[in-house]
């Protein structure tokens, strides 16, 4: 076997390796600002309420958990709260106090 056959299994590592760095950091650098996640979420929540339900109803603060980066709080009157908790890539984690 020639030496340089050796040394194969390592450039596979490395290249498996620099293609999960490349990916991770492209979600990171793709992750929007919390103006749109909330947005998002907001008009998220006025599709899935429906009739009565307005994107001003909802409000959004800071996770204190490490997993998360936001939870936002729709609360219309006469209705019960629906909370969204966002992630750090902007993506929904859990949704609380929908039937």
Known sequence: ???????????????ATVVI?????RKAALRSDET????RIALQY?????EGAEATDCTA?????DALWLVVR?????RAAVVYYIDRF????????RG
């Open 21 to 25: 760095g490349l990916s991770m950091g």
């Open 61 to 65: 603060r800071l996770a204190t958990a």
């Open 1 to 15: 076997m020639p030496r340089w056959a050796i040394f194969l299994p390592l450039v596979g590592l490395v290249a």
């Open 36 to 39: 749109e996640v909330i947005t």
């Open 90 to 97: 902007g993506a929904v984690a859990h949704v609380e106090g």
């Open 74 to 78: 729709c609360a219309p009157e006469g």
């Open 46 to 50: 006025v599709e899935e309420e429906g």
